[in-house]
């Protein structure tokens, strides 16, 4: 676990996050799932433990709703073709010791669950096969990768950032290899849900259209790095 010696620490290695969304109380560094679980248990906020550290997930209405419906389209595929099953944006899972993540949606193979069960443990010790982040205002370019670099060091094989604004999906194999999909692309599955196919037109139809104000350059994601109003 890093040692943290100013919230400035704390911060860096968080991604450079807005400050208001790091808790207090227990100290960063210190808390526990313990913690995590009774702050969750509140049912008003969502709280990921990122290296003892309670941290917020912030996600507007909008950026709920393409949540949403992807996991719609997402979950009538697995449903249909028995393959795993989905978790929406409060859905925690344990990638590490002292790691738990909450993926606005994600996909969990049977693989993982040999008795095609749910698992009844409140943070059970699993990754997503398929994670599913829709930026927001609030995201950095650096909390974005070093989730990433969490996704797949835990044994995610797809990762799909998704950005309402720009009208683009960031399509991630690895933390280096990376496709963007536009809004007149077809969304796939690739290896873990083959034969999945989505078009983003239908995803985005909902989206107002705006001029982005972030990234959508075909580089990489770029969210701004300015905290939520």
Do not use: C
């Amino acid at each position: 676990m890093p040692s943290y010696e100013t919230l400035a620490d704390v911060l860096e290695q968080l991604g450079g996050i807005d400050p208001r969304r790091v808790r207090a109380s227990p100290a960063p560094g210190r808390a526990t799932e313990k913690d995590l679980l009774a702050l969750l248990n509140r049912g008003n906020r969502l709280y990921e433990l990122v290296d003892g550290v309670l941290v917020e997930k912030v996600m507007g209405l909008m950026e709920s709703a393409v949540a949403i419906e992807l996991g719609r389209h997402v979950g009538n595929f697995v449903d249909a073709n028995d393959l795993g099953m989905v978790a929406g944006a409060d859905g925690t899972l344990r990638l590490m010791p002292k790691l738990v993540r909450i993926p606005d949606v994600s996909f969990i193979s049977w693989a993982q669950l040999p008795r095609h069960e749910y698992p009844s443990e409140p943070i059970p010790d699993l990754y997503p096969d398929l994670a599913v982040e829709v930026l927001s205002e609030a995201n950095t370019e650096e909390e974005m990768e070093r989730r990433l670099q969490d996704y797949f060091l835990s044994g995610t094989r797809l990762v799909w950032l998704v950005d309402p604004e720009a009208r683009a999906v960031w399509v991630y194999t690895s933390s280096d290899d990376w496709v963007m999909r536009k809004e007149g692309d077809t969304l796939d599955g690739g290896d873990v849900l083959p034969g999945f196919a989505l078009p983003l037109k239908d995803l985005f139809a909902r989206v107002p259209r705006t001029k982005p104000r972030r990234g959508g350059n075909g580089t990489r994601p770029a969210p701004r790095k300015r905290p939520r109003r």
